[in-house]
């Protein structure tokens, strides 16, 4: 009995980093009868987080010796390639050709899709969605003896199916992707028990394959345009499924989720009647949000991401996509009204964009009151149409992994350098430190835009946190530290500006506000010091800074956050 190994190297060790790329050529090819006969399939994954400095040899070498260690012989091994672990995957595959010279070593994801001619230490690549090809290429290379496959391999053969390349072979013309397979008749990973959810605490839920979108710097602007749905008794039994687990959090794989308003619709009432205690994460586009979703998304455990990117609807032009900003803004009204949790994602170093008008998105951004705003640089993936046109549109880039921008017409490299600084900065303070329910209501009082507030922050930390700057790894940081140096910064910039009034309601509002999120977030209650009375600082007074400050009596108290069977709640313990 021969072994297929489908392998993978995540991220990070989190519910979202989950290998369900291997894990559904684990498992069409496990639903193969041919293939079942004649050979066993096994899903590996790997964390390079948790690799990372904890053992002596390379992520790569421990890898490669990992797998030797665990099985006796590797026949056929099949590896999902992305852009976090390319390089690392690359080198794990010359050291098991050195070290298991029988074994067939074949790449397939994103990275393959790009450019599959691109790979040097494989002796296939498949190039698209996998499933059909790799069940094709098995079977062939299952027939085969040792012999007439290493002979098959060094002649160039790639059994002529669409999408499999030998990389002994000369192709002269461009790349075609592999067919596309009917995702009705796909087996779930999740159903046929590849993947262990208990491991992971959380899963990957792929509703849709496909995007009818073209945003030229993603991948999906050469990939299917038709979208092909998994059944909806597949995705109800995956949802029970996933209910029984126990685990906490999902992360909807669908980026056109509300685009179908009617399955939507269907799909959210599902997940309220079996699912309510699961946390779902969605990708929304904003256009798509009427009242009637908006109203539904809020009798869910949920959050949603909108890909904003831009606020300057002529640099969205530039990557093929739009922007109505009235509509935007109405739209996202509709889910601030119903209390529904959502985040946006900003991109600087998009053709035509510059630095005041990334600033300036931020500004944007955040009068929308996200309860997140993720920003990154732009990368040019290969195998995009951003990457056909990247050049001519200005754009320098990294030519290997992670692909980012150096520097563009409107961006030069000391601008994407400060970009990130920026970016940094913005995401400590707002992200990290918690900041959303109270950050607006002391920009107005302070009477300044959010990027203004961050080139401060930014210009602090500089000063008295260079590590940090250097480093800009907000991970690095725990929520007490985050609201320390929150703290230490207001401190010094109120004090310089005659706000000494709001020092101590800041920090009272960094403190009760940080109670409840540790509650939320973490199940934690705790008992925080105030200068303000609770009542006071969780009342609608406090939107308006000057007005509380006027108005409201010291109370110093200590207040006591905790859970009840109807949500958080707070009290005075001592006064």
Not at 283 to 300: G, N, P, Q
Request: charged content about 25%; overall charge neutral.
């Amino acid at each position: 009995m021969k072994t297929i190994l489908c392998c993978t190297a995540l991220v990070e060790t989190s519910p979202q980093a989950l290998p369900l790329g291997a894990a559904c050529i684990a498992s069409s090819l496990s639903a193969s009868s041919d293939i079942k006969a004649s050979a066993s399939v096994k899903l590996e994954a790997f964390s390079l987080e948790d690799i990372g400095d904890s053992v002596p040899e390379t992520a790569a070498e421990f890898i490669a010796s990992s797998l030797q260690k665990k099985y006796k012989s590797i026949d056929f091994i099949l590896f999902s390639v992305y852009v976090w672990n390319r390089q690392v995957l690359e080198e794990c595959a010359a050291l098991l050709k050195k070290s298991c010279p029988s074994a067939v070593i074949i790449a397939g994801g994103c990275e393959v899709t790009a450019d599959p001619l691109s790979f040097k230490n494989f002796d296939f690549c498949i190039s698209g969605e996998g499933e059909v090809s790799s069940v094709s290429l098995m079977k062939e290379l299952l027939r085969l003896t040792s012999s007439e496959l290493s002979e098959k391999i060094k002649a160039g053969c790639d059994f002529e199916i669409q999408g499999v390349y030998n990389l002994n072979h000369s192709y002269s013309s461009g790349t075609l992707r592999s067919v596309m397979p009917d995702v009705s008749v796909l087996p779930s990973p999740y159903l046929d028990g590849t993947i262990n959810l208990s491991e992971y605490g959380g899963a990957l839920w792929e509703l849709a394959r496909g995007c009818p979108f073209k945003c030229s710097y993603c991948y999906e602007s050469k990939g299917e345009k038709k979208i092909q749905r998994f059944s909806r008794e597949r995705l109800v039994k995956e949802l029970e499924l996933f209910s029984k687990s126990g685990i906490s959090q999902v992360f909807v794989l669908d980026p056109t989720y509300n685009a179908d308003k009617k399955a939507a619709l269907d799909m959210l009432k599902e997940i309220r009647l079996k699912a309510p205690d699961i946390f779902f994460y969605f990708e929304a586009r904003a256009e798509f949000i009427d009242r009637e979703l908006s109203r539904a998304f809020s009798k869910v455990n949920c959050a949603l991401q909108f890909g904003l990117q831009s606020s300057n609807p002529d640099v969205l032009k530039k990557v093929n996509r739009t922007l109505n900003k009235e509509k935007f803004t109405r739209n996202i009204g509709f889910l601030n009204q119903d209390g529904v949790v959502f985040g946006f994602d900003l991109i600087y170093g998009l053709p035509g964009d510059t630095l005041s008008g990334f600033k300036n998105s931020v500004d944007f951004a955040l009068k929308l009151y996200p309860n997140n705003l993720e920003m990154f640089c732009l990368s040019v993936l290969p195998g995009t149409d951003l990457s056909d046109s990247a050049e001519s549109l200005g754009l320098v880039w990294q030519k290997e992994a992670p692909y980012h921008v150096i520097k563009t017409s409107g961006f030069s490299q000391n601008d994407m350098n400060e970009a990130g600084l920026f970016s940094f900065a913005a995401d400590l303070f707002y992200n990290k430190g918690r900041a959303v329910p109270w950050f607006m209501s002391m920009i107005q009082y302070l009477h300044m835009k959010p990027s203004v507030f961050f080139e401060e922050f930014e210009a602090f930390l500089k000063l008295q946190y260079p590590a940090a700057m250097a480093e800009r790894n907000c991970s690095a940081y725990s929520f007490e530290d985050v609201k320390k140096i929150q703290k230490e910064f207001i401190s010094d910039f109120f004090s310089k500006r005659n706000f000494l009034k709001a020092v101590k309601l800041a920090f009272d509002l960094i403190e009760l506000n940080g109670a409840f999120s540790i509650l939320t977030a973490e199940g934690k209650e705790s008992s925080v010091s105030l200068f303000y009375h609770s009542d006071d600082l969780m009342s609608e007074a406090v939107l308006d800074w000057n007005f509380f400050i006027k108005n409201a009596r010291p109370y110093k108290n200590i207040t006591r956050v905790f859970k009840t069977k109807n949500g958080p709640d707070f009290k005075i313990v001592k006064k």
